[in-house]
């Protein structure tokens, strides 16, 4: 390990475990280590790089920004969250949107404002809010919100967990219907499982699903944070079925890399449960969040991301399903959003990760044995090729050296 990597090691938590690579630089598609050698980001810091690494316009709204006004708490008005919030209901079609930090901040308000809602509106007796998931979730890391994932190391040693969360299969429309109570509620679901293993769900599941919640009287809730923002060739995943949520969360790429900035969106009625005092965070849309939160978003859109998206990523998905080798058990994803699953008894997606790593390629192994891939939307396909072809090089090396073993 070289000296950052063990200082890093040495002082911080061992909460994660870091690929042996230590970045110093990043433009565009492109990160540099140490020793400057140049690796291509296939990764996109889990997709909170959609625009590509300090991207110039971003860096300059920050920059000025900076310069002009930081932090003001929401003790007041800016002149820069209105028109960041404007903008994103606008794009997104909500009549409303509430800015935190993090993603987890932006599920943990929409988990607020339904439960709120139950009580205030639905009429659902005090304290007996359900709210349903769905397996293999990732929603982010609060207790709350691991109280009801279904990966154990999430959950072990961190409950007891809230009350009021039930989970049943992702893809399966009719469990949704069968778990669904008189005091449902919400159904809180990803519309494409990033963490999970980059998991698409059956064609319709997601009308299906929306069709359900609205004969119940119960919300849908579309976490966004990975998914949305033209990641899968569509602004929101979930105009892929036509399917209009009533609340959505957005993060990530949001903050065009370079600060952490969510929104939950909302129907005005729902958005309205909330009143002074009910719920906050002293940093969120902040005018350094809101003017960076903005400048993404118009970038999204004069860069014609979403457009350029849905092309490459059918390049990226043309590719790496036409790879021939017999590690590969599956190959799923939608736009630039793509997973490759190993079978687990022939080959170990941490290995091939870091195999790619040696060959200039940078990504991240993530559940169900899957190597990710979720580059920043500019990347072109040219750089796909290249990319995919260190990846076949690698899969050729893991089979044969699997077959020697
Ligand atoms: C990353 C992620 C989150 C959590 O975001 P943080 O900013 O890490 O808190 C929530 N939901 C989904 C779908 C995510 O991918």
Known sequence: ???????????????????????????????????????VDMMGAYSAVSFGHCHPRLVKALIEQAQRLDTISRA??????????????????????????????????????????????KGVPSDRAEIIAADGNFHGRTISIVGFSSVAQYRDGFGPFPLGFKLVPFGDASALAAAITPNTAAFLVEPIQGEGGINVPPPVYLAEVARICRANNVLLLCDEIQSGLGRTGRLLACQHEGVVPDGLMLGKALGGGLLPVSLFLARRELMQVFTPGDHGSTFGGNPIAAAVGLAALDTLIDERLVEHAATVGAHLLGRLSSIKNPIIREVRGCGLFAGVELHRNRANADTVVRRLLQAGVLTKDTHRNTIRFAPPLIIDESQIDWAVNRLTEVLEETAASTVQA
Request: glycine share 8%.
């Open 1 to 39: 390990m070289s000296d950052l990597a063990n200082l890093e090691a040495r002082y911080g938590a061992e909460n994660y475990a870091p690929l042996p690579v230590t970045i110093v630089r990043g433009e565009g598609i492109y990160l540099w280590d140490e020793a400057g050698r140049r690796y």
């Open 76 to 121: 007041y008005f800016s002149d820069r969250l209105g028109p960041f919030l404007a903008k994103a209901c606008a794009l997104t079609g909500f009549d409303a949107a509430l800015p935190m930090n993090s993603g987890a901040e932006a599920v943990e308000t929409a988990l607020k404002a339904a439960r709120k809602w139950a009580y205030k509106v």
